[in-house]
C-alpha cells in the first residue's frame, strides 16, 4: 500500500489549500480515510477523517478545524482529498494522509489505529 500526499505549499492566512491523497495497493471506497498533521515541536494530532461505505461512510473532524476543512474522496481516481480554508498559522504543519482497511476503528481520531501513512505534505501558513 503506497499513499502519496500532495498539495500542500505556502499560503497568507485566511486562504485555501486543498490536499490530495492518492492511494495504490488499497481501494479507498473500502477504507478509513484520514488526515493527521504535526506542527513545528508539537505531537501528531487528529484532522479529519470519513469512514468507509460498508462502515457508515461517516466523517470526523477535528474541533480545531470543523467548519473550515472538508474531506472528500474520488472513488474514481483512488484519491482522498482535504480541502482547507481560512487557514491560520496555527495550521501550519505537516500534513499525513492515512488508511486503514479495517471495517470497524476502535477510535477514528487516533494515529495508531492506521496502518498506512503516507510521507506528508508541509502546509505553511504566514501571517
Known amino acids: 500500500v503506497q499513499l502519496q500526499a500532495s498539495g500542500g505549499g505556502l499560503v497568507q492566512a485566511g486562504g485555501s489549500l486543498r490536499l490530495s491523497c492518492l492511494a495504490s495497493?488499497?481501494?479507498?471506497?473500502?477504507?478509513?480515510m484520514a488526515w493527521f498533521r504535526q506542527g513545528p515541536g508539537k505531537e501528531r494530532e487528529f484532522v479529519a477523517a470519513a469512514a468507509a461505505r460498508r462502515s457508515g461512510s461517516n466523517q470526523y473532524y477535528a474541533d480545531s478545524v470543523k467548519g473550515r476543512f472538508t474531506i472528500s474522496r474520488d472513488n474514481a481516481k483512488n484519491t482522498v482529498y482535504l480541502q482547507m480554508n481560512s487557514l491560520t498559522p496555527e495550521d501550519t504543519a505537516v500534513y499525513y494522509c492515512?488508511?486503514?482497511?479495517?471495517?470497524?476503528?476502535?477510535?477514528?481520531?487516533?494515529?495508531?489505529?492506521?496502518?498506512?501513512w503516507g510521507q506528508g505534505t508541509l502546509v505553511t501558513v504566514s501571517s
Open positions: 495497493g488499497i481501494t479507498i471506497s473500502n477504507a478509513y
Open positions: 492515512a488508511a486503514d482497511s479495517r471495517l470497524i476503528l476502535s477510535s477514528t481520531r487516533t494515529w495508531s489505529e492506521y496502518d498506512y
